[in-house]
C-alpha cells in the first residue's frame, strides 16, 4: 500500500473460511494544506532554486514535515505537486528568459532543465510549440 496515499481500502487479512472478507469503504482523509508561512517559504524556496536541484527532502525538512505529509499538503494548497510547481516555474522564467539574447540551450540550462531536448520537449507540451519557435512569433508580433 502507498504510504502516501490520500484513501484507503481496509480488508480483514484473515477472511472466515465460507464468507466473505470484510472490506470497509474507502474515505478520503480531509484536505491537509500547509499553513501560510509554509506555503510561502516553500515556494520562495523554489524560486530560488529553479536551476539547482532542490530535493522534496530539503523542501519539506526546511517546512518541519515529513516528505510524504509535506508533498500532500503542497498539493492540498497550490494544487499542484511540488514537481508540477517546479515545472510550472520554471517555464515562467523560461518565458521571460527567451524574449532576451540567450540561446534556448541557455535557457535551458539557466531554468535547470537537463538539457536543451528536455527544455525543448516540456516547453513543446505545455506551449504546442518548441521554444525557438515559440520566440519567433513573439519577436514578430513585438516588433
Excluded at 16 to 31: E, H, I, K, W
Excluded at 108 to 133: N, T
Amino acid at each position: 500500500m502507498n504510504l502516501c496515499a490520500s484513501t484507503a481500502t481496509f480488508t480483514a487479512s484473515r477472511p472466515v473460511p465460507g464468507q466473505p472478507a470484510l472490506t470497509l469503504p474507502a474515505r478520503p482523509l480531509p484536505p491537509v494544506r500547509l499553513s501560510a508561512w509554509q506555503e510561502r517559504l516553500a515556494k520562495r524556496l523554489i524560486a530560488a532554486n529553479l536551476n539547482t536541484g532542490l530535493s522534496m527532502a530539503e523542501l519539506a525538512r526546511e517546512c518541519g514535515l515529513s516528505r510524504c505529509h509535506f508533498s500532500r499538503a503542497f498539493h492540498g494548497s497550490t494544487g499542484l505537486s511540488p514537481h508540477q510547481w517546479l515545472t510550472h516555474q520554471r517555464l515562467q522564467r523560461a518565458e521571460e528568459l527567451l524574449l532576451g539574447t540567450r540561446s534556448v540551450a541557455e535557457v535551458a540550462q539557466d531554468c535547470g532543465f537537463a538539457d536543451q531536448a528536455h527544455f525543448s520537449r516540456v516547453f513543446a507540451r505545455r506551449f504546442g510549440q518548441p521554444p525557438s519557435q515559440w520566440r519567433l512569433e513573439r519577436l514578430r508580433r513585438a516588433g
